[in-house]
């Protein structure tokens, strides 16, 4: 397989673009890519102030790193769950990602769960009702509460997520699976900020997984190798592998159902984007201040009371 631009050996195939690269050329190729998307969704520009939230995973640091290529004024927020205390998983992670912030010159802004709060993740899921096996939906829901509280408290403009095609096709199949309209109808690449919640972004919705991987072994990216231990077994994998699978018969196949669907947002096939219950109900958390739907407390700050 040879570059389509230079001859030279070609390091990656995207059969869905029918487009082979050499390295040179797909480590130019995604970054234009991703100033394409910029763009045409209206995401950001370069006198905004962005926070990436940033794991230390191949998606976030490559992410993190094509907004630095493109001289856009990012910095990266990593939250520490407290996740596998034997194998140090959330430490591990948390290194990553402020090796790749020191080498770039970039400001990393760290989030202690258990030194904040008083508890890590594993820990309010243990003493919850919720039990040891939602770790993931304490996390999904800690995560969201953070990212969303800092990036609003220190005025950033936009809180980019690296979430890829991928991510993306899993979601809507799982919701679609469900018929879930109103999650359906909030999948956009840019959701607007709304009264206590930030602007949200996803600059990296139309690349392949296997894309952004390529992209940051290439770049000799140090990231975290192993996935989430609690992430394993999970519905969203379970999609994922099954959307590989169409993709080998039918390449193109995650695109087309994206972007098809991207295209049925914009025509209003789904009802109107709803706003979440939290800013309807129009009250504020006691202890945080940011919207929550009933009760003198948000779901985040009812984790650490139960
Ligand atoms: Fe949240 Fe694994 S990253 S549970
Ligand atoms: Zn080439
Ligand atoms: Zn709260």
């Known amino acids: 397989m040879r570059c389509r631009k230079c ?17 040179e050329h ?25 926070l990436v939230a940033v794991s230390g995973g191949k998606d976030s640091l490559a992410l993190w790193d094509v907004l630095w290529k493109l001289d856009y004024q990012a910095d990266g927020l990593y939250v520490h769950l407290g996740i596998d205390q034997e194998t140090g998983y959330s430490d591990r992670s948390e290194d990553y990602a402020r090796k790749f912030a020191l080498e770039r010159n970039l400001k990393l802004l760290v989030v202690n769960v258990q030194e904040q709060f008083g ?28 990212f969303n509280q800092t990036a ?3 005025g950033y403009s936009a809180l980019l997520t690296a979430h890829n095609l991928d991510d993306e096709a899993a979601f809507l199949l799982s919701n679609t699976l469900d018929w879930s309209l ?14 206590g919640f930030a602007r949200k ?38 999609f994922k592998e099954d959307l590989n699978r169409w993709e080998d018969e039918m390449p193109g196949t995650k695109l087309r159902f994206y972007l098809n669907y991207l295209a049925a947002l ?32 948000c779901a985040f700050c009812r984790m650490f009371e139960e």
């Open 119 to 146: 508890e890590s993740i594993p820990q309010i899921a243990a003493r919850s009702r919720r039990g040891q096996g939602k770790v993931c939906s304490v996390c999904g829901l800690a995560k969201r509460h953070i």
């Open 26 to 50: 797909f480590l130019e190729w995604l970054p234009e890519q991703t100033e394409r998307f910029i763009r045409k969704y209206d995401m950001f520009s370069h006198t905004d102030r962005l």
């Open 182 to 195: 109103p999650r359906l109808a909030r999948g956009f690449a840019v959701l607007p900020a709304a009264p």
């Open 201 to 238: 972004v996803k600059p990296f919705c139309r690349f392949y997984e296997r894309e952004t991987a390529a992209y940051a072994i290439l770049r000799e990216i140090a990231y975290v190798p192993d996935e989430c231990p609690y992430a394993i077994g999970s519905k969203q994998l379970f």
């Open 266 to 297: 914009d025509e209003g096939v789904f009802p109107e984007r709803q706003e979440e219950d939290e800013v309807l109900s129009g009250k504020l958390c006691s202890r945080c201040g940011q919207p929550t739907t009933a009760g003198e407390l």
């Open 7 to 23: 001859g030279e050996k070609a390091v990656i195939n995207m059969r869905q673009h029918r487009l082979a690269l050499c390295k």
């Open 152 to 154: 609003q408290a220190q």
